[in-house]
C-alpha cells in the first residue's frame, strides 16, 4: 500500500504506446487470418463510475490491438475483469466471478484473463490471486492500466504470468477510449485521493491526487460535443481538490467555467465533491452557468460530527448545512444527493438519531446509502466498538424509510412541471415505457412513442414517486 505522503508533485505525463500495440495488433492479425475472425475481449466492471470510464479505456486498448468486442466472456479470448474495492461485498464478487472463468480457460486455452482495477492494486490480493488463482494472466492495479498492451504483449509472446505493481504519480494521455455511450460520457479530469478517510480505501488503491491539464479536458469535452454527445459528467474522488499541483494556476470553479463556454446542447455535470472543499465560488458558477446542471453529489457520510470526526472528514454538520443552504439559495431547483455510511465503528444510537435528524434537515433528493464494510489496511478497521450486523442492518432500514418519506415529499410537487428530459431507450422495468434523465439527474419515465436513445423530449410530469417520475411527452 502507499505511504500516506501527502505531496502533490506534477505528474508525470507518460506516454500510451502506440509502439507496442502495433506489435499486439500484428500477433493478433496473425490469429485471426488462423482462425477466420478476430480474437474477442470481454470487460466485465465492478463499482463507481471512475471504474465504468476505466473499462472504457481498457475497451479502447483492446480494440485498437485488434480484439472485437464479446458480447459474453465464453465467446472472449481475452477477459478484463476490473474490480472494486470499497466494500468487501464487491471484492467476494470479483473474485467468485473470476473463479467461474476458470472453467472458460480450459475450454479455450487461448483465453487470457486479466484482473484489473481497485481490489488488483492490492498486495494481498495480488498474491493471493498469483497464488489461488493459476488461470489468471496478469493482475494490474488503476495507476498502470495504460500498460494493458504491454502485459498482453508478454503474456501473448511468452505465456508468463505478471503481476503489475502500482506507480505513483503517472498520467497517461492519449489512451484510446470505447464508450459505451453515444450521448453520454464520463470524462476523467483527476485520479486519486489524498484525504484518507479512516473507513476509506480508495486513497490506498488509487494513489496521490494527480489533474489532467485543462487543455486536455477542454479538448476531450469539445470532441464529445462535436461528435454530438449531449450529457458528459467530469470525474474524480474529489473534483473539488481539481488543479492542485498543476503548473498552470487553475482550481476545479475555473475548469468549470472554462468549460461552459463551449457552445452546443449538452448538460456538464461532476461528482465526487468532498464537502471541506466545496466552495462560494463553485456555487456562483454553477449558478450562472448555461449548461451546468443543478445537481450536486455531496456526501454527507454522517450527521453525527462526533463520527465525522473520527472519519477524518474535516467539516462539521453546520459547515455542511453552510454550502448546502447557499447552494439552494443559488439554485431553488438544485437536486442534492448524498452518501451515507450506517454503523461506523463506535456509532452510538445518539449519532444514528443525529444523522436522520440532518437527514430530515438537509432533505436530500436521494441517498446512496451503505452498511461500513471495515477494509484491511485502514484506521477505521483497527477502531474499537465495531457495531455488529443486526444493529446496522436495523439502522439502514430506518434511514432508508425516512429517505422514502421525504423523496416523496420532494417529487410530490414535481407533478404538473415539464421536465427537459435525455431519453435513455426502453425501461429495463415496465414493458412500452422508456426512460431518461433530466437535469436534476431524476429518472423520467414516459410512453414508449418511438423516441430513440439520446434525443431530448419534454414530459410532462403526472405522477411522482420516491425514485422516479412519470409522465407524458409534450411538444
Ligand atoms: N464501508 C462502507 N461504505 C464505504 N464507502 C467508502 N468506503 C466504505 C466502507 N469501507 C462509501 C462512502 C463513499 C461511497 C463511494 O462509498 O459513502 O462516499
Ligand atoms: Fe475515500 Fe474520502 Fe477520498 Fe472519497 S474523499 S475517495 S471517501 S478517502
Known amino acids: 500500500m502507499s505511504d500516506q505522503g501527502k505531496t502533490m508533485k506534477n505528474a508525470s505525463a507518460e506516454p500510451f504506446s502506440e509502439e507496442i500495440c502495433d506489435a499486439v495488433l500484428a500477433l493478433n492479425r496473425e490469429r485471426e487470418a488462423r482462425r477466420g475472425h478476430s480474437p474477442r475481449c470481454f470487460v466485465l ?3 463507481c463510475q471512475q471504474n465504468v470510464a476505466d473499462s472504457e479505456k481498457l475497451l479502447g486498448m483492446a480494440m485498437r490491438m485488434g480484439y472485437a468486442r ?6 472472449a479470448d481475452l477477459i478484463l475483469v476490473n474490480t472494486c474495492a470499497v466494500r ?3 471484492e467476494d464478487r470479483a473474485l467468485s466471478i473470476v473463479g467461474q472463468y476458470k472453467h472458460l480457460k480450459e475450454k479455450n486455452p487461448d483465453l487470457l484473463i486479466g484482473v484489473c482495477g481497485c481490489m488488483a492494486a492490492q498486495q494481498h490480493r495480488r498474491e493471493q490471486l498469483k497464488k489461488s488463482y493459476p488461470y489468471v494472466d496478469f493482475v494490474m492495479g488503476t495507476s498502470v492500466l495504460h500498460r494493458l498492451p504491454e502485459l498482453l ?3 501473448l509472446s511468452t505465456r508468463k504470468r505478471t503481476f503489475c505493481s502500482d506507480e505513483e504519480n503517472v498520467i497517461a494521455e492519449g489512451v484510446p477510449i470505447v464508450r459505451d455511450s453515444a450521448y453520454r460520457a464520463f470524462v476523467s479530469i483527476m ?6 478517510c479512516t473507513y476509506c480505501i480508495v486513497p490506498y488503491v488509487r494513489g496521490r491526487e494527480r489533474s489532467r491539464a485543462p487543455d ?3 479538448r476531450e469535452v469539445r470532441q464529445l460535443v462535436a461528435d454530438g454527445c449531449k450529457d458528459i459528467t467530469l470525474l474524480g474522488q474529489n473534483v473539488n481538490s481539481y488543479g492542485k499541483g498543476l503548473s498552470e494556476k487553475v482550481d476545479f470553479a ?5 468549460l461552459d463556454k463551449i457552445e452546443g446542447d449538452f448538460r456538464l455535470r461532476f461528482m465526487t465533491s468532498h464537502p471541506k472543499d466545496a466552495t462560494r465560488r463553485l456555487v456562483d458558477v454553477m449558478a450562472g452557468g448555461r449548461h451546468i446542471a443543478h445537481a450536486f453529489h455531496l456526501p454527507l457520510q454522517s450527521g453525527s460530527d462526533a463520527v465525522l470526526e473520527r472519519m477524518n472528514r474535516r467539516y462539521t454538520t453546520a459547515k455542511y448545512l453552510e454550502i448546502l443552504d447557499y447552494m439552494r439559495e443559488k439554485m431553488p431547483d438544485i437536486a442534492v444527493t448524498s452518501d451515507i455510511i450506517v454503523g461506523f465503528p463506535g456509532e452510538s444510537e445518539a449519532d444514528f438519531e443525529a444523522t436522520l435528524k440532518m437527514l430530515s434537515r438537509a432533505r436530500f433528493d436521494m441517498i446512496f446509502s451503505f452498511i461500513y464494510s471495515p477494509r484491511r489496511g485502514t484506521p477505521a478497521a483497527e477502531m474499537p466498538d465495531q457495531i455488529p450486523r443486526e444493529a446496522q442492518s436495523a439502522r439502514m432500514g430506518k434511514l432508508l424509510s425516512l429517505q422514502e418519506e421525504i423523496a416523496k415529499e420532494i417529487n410530490l410537487p414535481l407533478v404538473g412541471t415539464v421536465r427537459r ?6 425501461s429495463k422495468t415496465d414493458a412500452g415505457m422508456l426512460s431518461g434523465r433530466d437535469e436534476q439527474n431524476k429518472l423520467v419515465f414516459f410512453a414508449d412513442d418511438g423516441t430513440s436513445a439520446g434525443e431530448w423530449v419534454n414530459i410532462k410530469i403526472d405522477r411522482a414517486a420516491p425514485f422516479a417520475l412519470y409522465g407524458e411527452k409534450v411538444r
Open 45 to 47: 466492471t465492478f463499482g
Open 70 to 75: 464479446a458480447e459474453t466472456p465464453d465467446k
Open 88 to 90: 468487501e461485498h464487491a
Open 153 to 155: 504483449l508478454a503474456a
Open 191 to 196: 485520479y486519486g485521493c489524498n484525504n484518507f
Open 216 to 218: 486536455e479536458i477542454e
Open 254 to 258: 475555473d475548469l468549470l467555467a472554462r
Open 421 to 426: 428530459v435525455l431519453c435513455d431507450g426502453a
